[in-house]
């Protein structure tokens, strides 16, 4: 598994990394599956895992825990999030940083985490949701400074909200944020634009989430896909988006060319840019670990197709239904 520099953190992480949210409440998860799958990433290689306390208010950070300590001979990097005091997703530009992240409630859900991961110390904590208006406030700088000379965390990042990739500028400006994760996939091309320019020149790490569009972009949706009561999907595949995304898809499905499925030209356009250090797709079964693995093990994609594929960029704008 190809290793990427983790920013001016310097880590060597693996390119495919693992996002760890659908296993821990989406509807349709195999509690055993999942166990499979995360090992077996393990075994091919993958060594970052991104898990959020609100993924099932710990217990996607319990899996990781357990998974760390299960391998104590590899290093696995775990990421994990704060979530906002008010408990809505997104953020909004009038919430203050009070609504969301005052002092105490960073230093209270990060020792919750570090409850819940059973570790003395996690490598990456960020904010689940960000406004940069509030980057100037110092408590939630010295909250975070506090808590990495105590050795509770090694590093702070931001999770920028679905389709603002740069409402956070500002704040990397600081020097005081060390990653940034943000939608980056065929349709959301956008954090190319400006984003990932400015993680360059400050040597913020770049971690790409959502590349299957949650699973349009692995070929999972079709024009009568439904899910139940209490799976996002249900809100972000509603009547206002299932259809023009569907159509997308089958636009996009006409590209790919004959030796490539369509998750793997998804994951490797992901990868194509440098500058994205891990991709990190939800995984919930050892197959799609496997086939993730071998789609990234291809590298990035060649110049022709990656042309092609960004004729499928699609600039959307936060919704009602855009979490
Ligand atoms: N605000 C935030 O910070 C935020 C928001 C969203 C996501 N995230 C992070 O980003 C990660 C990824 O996003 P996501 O899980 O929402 O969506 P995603 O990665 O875009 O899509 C996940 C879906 O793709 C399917 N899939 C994966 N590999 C596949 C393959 N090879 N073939 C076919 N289907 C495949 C998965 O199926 P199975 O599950 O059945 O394997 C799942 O249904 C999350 O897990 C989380 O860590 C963070």
Redesign the pocket.
């Known amino acids: 598994m190809e290793q990427r520099r983790f920013g001016r953190l310097g880590w060597p992480v693996s390119s495919l990394g693992y996002?760890?949210?659908?296993l821990a409440n989406w509807s349709d998860t195999d509690p055993d599956e999942v166990l499979r799958a995360l090992d077996a990433a393990v075994a091919d290689g993958v060594t970052f895992f991104?898990t959020a306390w609100g993924y099932g208010r710990g217990t996607s950070e319990r899996l990781l825990g357990q998974l760390v300590r299960a391998h104590p001979s590899r290093r696995l990097y775990a990421a994990t999030?704060i979530p906002p005091k008010n408990m809505q997703?997104p953020s909004r530009p009038e919430y203050a940083l009070d609504d969301c992240f005052p002092p105490t409630h960073i230093r209270e859900f990060a020792e919750k985490s570090l409850t819940n991961l059973g570790l003395t110390r996690v490598d990456l904590l960020q904010f689940?949701v960000w406004e940069d208006g509030w980057a100037r406030d110092e408590r939630w700088q010295r909250a975070m400074d506090d808590l990495k000379r105590e050795g509770l965390i090694e590093a702070v990042g931001v999770?920028v909200n679905r389709w603002e990739p740069t409402n956070c500028l500002a704040t990397l400006r600081t020097g005081l944020v060390d990653a940034v994760?943000v939608i980056y996939n065929v349709f959301d091309q956008a954090p190319e634009d400006e984003l990932f320019g400015v993680c360059a020149d400050l040597g913020v790490a770049v971690i790409a989430?959502?590349?299957?569009?949650?699973?349009s972009l692995?070929?999972?949706l079709r024009a009568d896909s439904t899910f139940p009561e209490g799976d996002f999907r249900r809100i972000y595949f509603g009547p206002e988006n299932l259809g023009p995304t569907v159509a997308r898809v089958e636009a996009l499905q006409r590209d790919v060319p004959d030796d490539m499925t369509l998750?793997e030209l998804a994951l490797r356009f992901c990868i194509s840019d440098p500058r994205v250090a891990t991709v990190?797709?939800?995984?919930?079964?050892a197959a799609?670990v496997q086939?993730?693995v071998t789609a990234v093990e291809r590298g990035p994609l060649d110049a022709r197709t990656a042309e092609r594929v960004r004729g499928h960029r699609w600039d959307r704008r936060p919704t009602a239904w855009s979490l």
């Open positions: 996002g760890m949210w659908g991104d999030k997703w689940h999770s994760q989430r959502v590349p299957f569009d949650e699973g692995a070929g999972q998750p990190i797709p939800g995984m919930r079964r799609h086939a993730n």
